[in-house]
T-cell receptor
Framework: GESVGLHLPTLSVQEGDNSIINCAYSNSASDYFIWYKQESGKGPQFIIDIRSNMDKRQGQRVTVLLNKTVKHLSLQIAATQPGDSAVYFCAEKERPGGSYIPTFGRGTSLIVHP | DAGVIQSPRHEVTEMGQEVTLRCKPISGHNSLFWYRQTMMRGLELLIYFNNNVPIDDSGMPEDRFSAKMPNASFSTLKIQPSEPRDSAVYFC?????????????FGDGTRLSIL
C-alpha cells in the first residue's frame, strides 16, 4: 500500500482480477479524499472522491472505502483491465477553510498483465 | 468538453534561458493551481490562484519562479533564469471553489528539460 509522502509501490495483477490500492493519510482533520489515475504522458485524472461523513462510495467498476479510525483509504477496481494500468494517487484535503488544496501521495503503480 | 490546456507540451532549453509555461483553465472554474512533478518528490504544489488572485505561493521554490493570472482564462509560470534542477513535468489544474468540495482537473503537463 501507499502512504502519503513515501516511495512508489507497485501492484501487479492479472486481467480480470480485482485490484485493491491502499493509502494511509496523515491528518485526522482531513474531510475530503480523492483518487486520481495518471497514465504515462498525461496529467492526473479524477476517478472518485469521498467525504469524511461517508465510509464507502461506488462508481463504475471502482469503490472507495474510508476508515477514519485508522486513517486508511482504499480504491477497489473490479475486473481489472489492461487500460487500468497507471499510477494511482490518493489525495487528502488538509488545509482548513473552504479552499480545496489537496496533498498528494507518491502514488501506486498498477500493472495489469493480459 | 475542453479540459485544461497547457502549452508547450515539451520544452528543451539551455540553462540560463527564460522559460514560460502557459495554461488555459476550464471555463467557469475560479481556481487555478500550478504543480511540479518529479520522481524524487512526486507532485508538489507551487502556487494557487483564486479568482485570479495568488492565494498561496509558499511552494514556489525560489525567486527565479514567478506566476501570473491576468484573467480568468489564462495563466503563466515563468522561470528566469532556468537551471538543470528545474527539469520536471509542470502541471496546471483548475477547479470551481464554492460551497462543498470539488476535485481538480489537470492538464497533460509541460515536460521541461533544462540542459
Amino acid at each position: 500500500g501507499e502512504s502519503v509522502g513515501l516511495h512508489l509501490p507497485t501492484l501487479s495483477v492479472q486481467e480480470g482480477d480485482n485490484s485493491i490500492i491502499n493509502c494511509a493519510y496523515s491528518n485526522s482533520a482531513s474531510d475530503y479524499f480523492i483518487w486520481y489515475k495518471q497514465e504515462s504522458g498525461k496529467g492526473p485524472q479524477f476517478i472518485i472522491d469521498i467525504r469524511s461523513n461517508m465510509d464507502k462510495r461506488q462508481g463504475q467498476r471502482v469503490t472507495v472505502l474510508l476508515n477514519k479510525t485508522v486513517k486508511h483509504l482504499s480504491l477497489q477496481i473490479a475486473a481489472t483491465q489492461p487500460g487500468d494500468s497507471a499510477v494511482y494517487f490518493c489525495a487528502e484535503k488538509e488545509r482548513p477553510g473552504g479552499s480545496y488544496i489537496p496533498t498528494f501521495g507518491r502514488g501506486t503503480s498498477l500493472i495489469v498483465h493480459p | 468538453d475542453a479540459g485544461v490546456i497547457q502549452s508547450p507540451r515539451h520544452e528543451v532549453t539551455e540553462m540560463g534561458q527564460e522559460v514560460t509555461l502557459r495554461c488555459k483553465p476550464i471555463s467557469g472554474h475560479n481556481s487555478l493551481f500550478w504543480y511540479r512533478q518529479t520522481m524524487m518528490r512526486g507532485l508538489e504544489l507551487l502556487i494557487y490562484f483564486n479568482n485570479n488572485v495568488p492565494i498561496d505561493d509558499s511552494g514556489m521554490p525560489e525567486d527565479r519562479f514567478s506566476a501570473k493570472m491576468p484573467n480568468a482564462s489564462f495563466s503563466t509560470l515563468k522561470i528566469q533564469p532556468s537551471e538543470p534542477r528545474d527539469s520536471a513535468v509542470y502541471f496546471c489544474a483548475s477547479s470551481f471553489q464554492g460551497p462543498g468540495n470539488q476535485p481538480q482537473h489537470f492538464g497533460d503537463g509541460t515536460r521541461l528539460s533544462i540542459l
